[in-house]
């Protein structure tokens, strides 16, 4: 797939639309519309998600090297169903914002799907990581669930963490979740970083500077509403 393409930017394009759509009405509605949306968005990301898991299965092409949920964005995905159906979990909300406009935003915009328009994935694919971002959107700026005093340190933590598993089960697997072995395949920023292992150090870095503009955007908005 072309990046950039027509359908590309169509879907981009689409994703912007409904999450300000969402956005506005959830700040103009009671808080019951708002979470009523939030659930119809819970069961849409992981209908499509378990969707795409069994057209790998009804394909051949599951394994355990590539399928399980220890690349950042599959992760995100799961964290997305939990917190929207259980906003009041901060945490939750907290890591799916870090990690939705970090990771699941760059797989938007350099999508790594490897599947022609109009295959299956293609549309499952842009859903589930449009639907993350949706979320976020949803839970942080329209719902205002903003992040806590501390939350960069300790969803950075959180992601050190989990890169940990990702690498056991690199070793174990023999995959590249989290692309610990190698940079993924289409062009990314870990492009700009050199190469293994310096474009993890680089990619650390790099993440942690994003969740640091990210605590700020989200600090910027929240005082411009307390100001209202």
């Avoid at 759509?21 to 979470?35: K, N, S």
Wanted: hydrophobic share 55%; with cysteine; proline share 5%.
């Amino acid at each position: 797939m072309e990046q950039f393409s027509a359908e590309h930017l169509a879907a981009v394009g689409a994703l912007v639309l409904l999450s300000a759509v969402l956005v506005r009405l959830a700040r103009r509605r009671e808080r019951e519309w708002g979470d009523a949306a939030a659930r119809s968005l819970a069961t849409l990301i992981l209908a499509v998600y378990l969707a795409e898991h069994v057209t790998y299965l009804a394909r051949d092409t599951w394994s355990v090297d590539e399928n399980l949920p220890l690349h950042l964005t599959d992760a995100v995905t799961l964290v997305a169903v939990a917190a929207l159906w259980r906003p009041r979990i901060r945490l939750l909300v907290e890591i799916l914002y870090f990690w939705a406009f970090s990771a699941s935003l760059q797989a938007v915009l350099t999508p790594g799907v490897g599947r022609p328009f109009p295959d299956v994935l293609y549309f499952t694919y842009f859903v589930i990581h449009g639907g993350v971002l949706m979320a976020a959107a949803l839970l942080v700026f329209g719902c205002r669930r903003f992040p806590r005093p501390r939350a960069v340190p300790r969803v950075y933590g959180i992601t050190a963490a989990f890169a940990v598993v990702a690498a056991v089960a690199c070793v174990t697997t023999g995959g590249n979740y989290l692309f610990l072995r190698d940079k993924p395949p289409r062009e990314s920023l870990l492009d700009l970083m050199g190469p293994w292992p310096w474009y993890i150090v680089g990619g650390a870095v790099l993440g942690l500077a994003m969740f640091v503009a990210l605590a700020a955007l989200a600090e910027v908005v929240r005082r411009r509403e307390a100001g209202r």
